[in-house]
């Protein structure tokens, strides 16, 4: 037990200490006790500073990549500190160690980006500043608009505003479930996925503990949303066999289509140049037509592609 354990509580919850994170785990919190009936006392939250929260003026593919939202978690839930991890889908690296398991997911948030300072892509200034730090949407942003520059925007919901304000950038782009969960939706614009495909994950809340672990992910697995599962598991299993890093710009959206699930994934160079994509329509839970969606794409990538992706 950690020296600032609950005595009372039943499940100890490690969330990042973010104003974003600490409402995920306050969610997850609620959700336990609607759930089991349990006095909110019975759910500790224990909060860290996660790598990524420590370095904003490098881009995260500079630094360590996703395992920096993770690894001190990693590390308290390894060593029993905590009973289970609070995580955003989107900042979890696919291949997960063994030791860990997703004990269930929360259902699904909007999964659309937001994009702050215009009211569409097509509606920001020419020549215009775009700041982020996410391949994805630079390479996404770039192909559409090849006459913005993008800068690194780093940082937590209230950060990244803030740089906006003092006009480091004209616009930039949020989650749209994140600005939803800090009750701040209207302070940007979703983008339609027709014209913007969102990140592999986005909009989940992913609740993990250790695979040897069955009284805590028993009580976890009370929350599953089965829906939301079958959706992440085949997108990330696209991203498996992609092969893909932090480095890696591709977009993702998997969505129901009446008794199937319809995929869409699209690749980008890094300069937004060359872009290629493709669908796929599967049944729950088969992922061989998304596993050749991968094969195809990788097939199909073009020189400025390919290097960002290994395969698998």
């Given at each position: 037990m950690n020296d600032v354990s609950n005595s009372t509580a039943r499940i100890r919850l490690g969330t990042r200490n973010s104003p974003l994170a600490m409402v995920q785990a306050e969610e997850t919190r609620d959700r336990l006790c609607a759930t089991h009936g349990w006095a909110t006392s019975e759910v500790e939250l224990v909060p860290v500073v996660?790598?990524?929260?420590?370095?904003?003026?490098?881009?995260?593919?500079?630094?360590?990549?996703?395992?920096?939202?993770?690894?001190?978690?990693d590390a308290w839930l390894a060593e029993g500190l905590i009973d289970a991890s609070v995580h955003s889908a989107k900042d979890v690296e696919t291949e997960r160690p063994d030791i860990f398991a997703f004990a269930a997911l929360l259902p699904r948030a909007d999964r659309r980006d937001a994009l702050v300072g215009a009211d569409s892509i097509a509606a920001i200034p020419q020549g215009a500043v775009v700041g982020t730090s996410a391949p994805r949407r630079a390479a996404q942003l770039l192909n559409l608009r090849p006459d913005c520059t993008v800068v690194t925007f780093r940082g937590n919901v209230a950060t990244r505003l803030g740089k906006l304000k003092a006009r480091e950038a004209d616009v930039t782009f949020l989650a749209a479930a994140g600005l939803e969960r800090l009750g701040q939706s209207a302070v940007g614009a979703p983008l339609h996925s027709a014209d913007w495909i969102p990140a592999a994950g986005q909009g989940v809340i992913v609740l993990e503990c250790r695979a040897d672990d069955a009284d805590t992910a028993a009580m976890l697995a009370a929350l599953d949303?089965?829906?939301?599962?079958?959706?992440?598991?085949?997108?990330?299993?696209?991203?498996?066999?992609?092969?893909?890093?932090?480095?890696?710009?591709?977009?993702?959206?998997?969505?129901?289509?009446?008794?199937?699930?319809?995929?869409?994934?699209?690749?980008?160079?890094?300069?937004?140049?060359?872009?290629?994509?493709?669908?796929a329509r599967f049944a729950a839970g088969d992922h061989a037509p998304v596993l050749a969606l991968a094969a195809d794409l990788l097939e199909r990538a073009t020189p400025g592609i390919a290097p960002h992706f290994g395969g698998g």
């Open positions: 996660a790598s990524g929260d420590k370095v904003l003026d490098r881009p995260l593919s500079e630094i360590g990549g996703k395992a920096l939202w993770t690894k001190e978690l949303h089965e829906p939301t599962r079958i959706e992440l598991e085949a997108e990330r299993a696209l991203l498996s066999k992609l092969g893909g890093t932090c480095h890696s710009p591709v977009a993702v959206l998997c969505e129901p289509d009446g008794d199937a699930l319809t995929m869409c994934a699209a690749l980008f160079s890094p300069d937004g140049a060359e872009r290629i994509e493709g669908e």
